[in-house]
């Protein structure tokens, strides 16, 4: 109820005519109070501060659980050592342990392992797209980790198995190594995506339908961002690194892939932001507003649910960064270099990373 007497007038006209009309122009009208934290203002104030409070629990929970496992290790052996004597004890008997568990329950192994790097592989994407410890989606996170656990361990455990024992005749030099590394980037590659986003779909309740058109449509530029990087990681795998271990180097190389992966991006990010700055002083009094589009995010359908972290991050940074003018006297979008003349900083900063097309419009392949 509004106060007549000691109201201002204007509150009181908005009132009478908010009431007549059934309509209350005042937005605050319409935010929900909180539930349970009444210190605070809005219901979406409230589910900001309960997100931050779990995903930061969820991450430090995480940390906290397996430092404490990997440090705990010796725990009943610590009597009479020192905290050297401790410390260079710890990575030796968990690498024992490690190689215990392997030879006992290797399976199961292999799939925690793939779990905990699938994991902290969507976490580093997710860091990538500028989502903080509150924003982060807590739902695709774990999507990702129990398709590590539960798809990519097993299967990468018998898939290595099949491998050594079909190009066994071809020995382990050379022409064996280079057969393995064929397959496994042709005939494996194909198998482990129809797995890896039969699994994701089946955990985000998508349809058989969405299933095979997900499938589709990320198979190829998921096989040309990896050949750029796995190859070369692969010749190590097949060529010196034990069976049982594959798994976890491989493992190791998807945290390095992603995070070159999210540096480069967020270097090209620094750029965009750049080059919106220079829109903005270039620009006169008649030119406004000035959009830059920088890095659009073009991250296939299972960026959604969550998908490939080295996927999305790759495909997110396809679109080249384009400068839009508009004003009474012109309506243009062209390339940040060609609007600004940059274009040989450009190609000087890139070359590395080279160029292609997708679908006949003109992009970034970067990687």
């Known amino acids: 109820m509004?106060?007549?007497?000691?109201?201002?007038?204007?509150?009181?006209?908005?009132?009478?005519?908010?009431?007549?009309?059934?309509?209350?122009?005042?937005?605050?009208?319409?935010?929900?109070?909180?539930?349970?934290?009444?210190?605070?203002?809005t219901e979406e104030d409230e589910t900001r501060v309960l997100n931050y409070g779990i995903n930061l629990a969820l991450v430090l929970g995480t940390g906290l659980v397996f430092g404490y496992k990997f440090f705990s290790i010796d725990a009943d052996l610590w009597r009479g050592w020192t905290l050297l004597e401790i410390l260079s004890a710890v990575p030796r008997d968990n690498w024992s342990f490690y190689e215990a568990s392997l030879a006992s329950h290797p399976v199961v192994s292999k799939a925690f392992i793939s779990g905990l790097v699938y994991g902290l592989?969507?976490?580093?994407?997710?860091?990538?797209?500028?989502?903080s410890i509150g924003s982060l989606d807590r739902g695709r996170m774990i999507r990702s980790a129990l398709t590590g656990l539960i798809a990519h361990g097993p299967c990468s455990h018998v898939w290595y198995i099949f491998a050594d024992d079909l190009c066994a005749p071809l020995g382990d030099g050379v022409v064996g190594v280079g057969v393995k590394l064929l397959l496994d980037q042709t005939v494996w590659a194909f198998i482990w995506l129809s797995i890896y986003y039969g699994v994701l779909g089946a955990l985000n309740f998508d349809t058989p339908e969405k299933i095979v058109k997900t499938f589709k449509t990320s198979f190829l530029p998921v096989c040309l961002v990896g050949w750029r990087f796995w190859p070369f990681v692969h010749i190590i795998t097949y060529g010196f690194v034990p069976q049982q271990q594959r798994l976890l180097w491989v493992d190791v190389c998807e945290i390095v892939w992603v995070t070159i992966l999210s540096f480069v991006g967020n270097q090209k990010r620094k750029d965009a932001v750049v080059v919106s700055q220079e829109a903005v002083e270039e620009g006169t009094?008649?030119?406004?507003p000035v959009a830059v589009i920088g890095q659009v995010a073009c991250a296939l359908p299972t960026a959604v649910s969550g998908g490939n972290p080295a996927e999305e991050i790759a495909r997110s940074m396809e679109i080249e960064r384009t400068v839009c003018i508009?004003?009474?006297a012109e309506d243009i979008c062209a390339p940040a270099g060609v609007m600004f003349g940059k274009e040989e900083e450009e190609e000087e900063g890139e070359s590395w990373l080279g160029k292609g097309e997708d679908d006949g419009k003109d992009a970034e392949s970067v990687l």
């Open 2 to 41: 509004v106060d007549d007497k000691t109201g201002p007038p204007a509150a009181a006209a908005t009132t009478t005519t908010s009431s007549s009309s059934g309509y209350d122009s005042n937005v605050e009208t319409y935010r929900k109070p909180p539930r349970w934290l009444k210190n605070l203002e």
């Open 121 to 131: 592989g969507d976490l580093t994407a997710q860091t990538y797209e500028g989502k």
């Open 285 to 288: 009094e008649d030119v406004g």
């Open 326 to 328: 508009v004003n009474k």
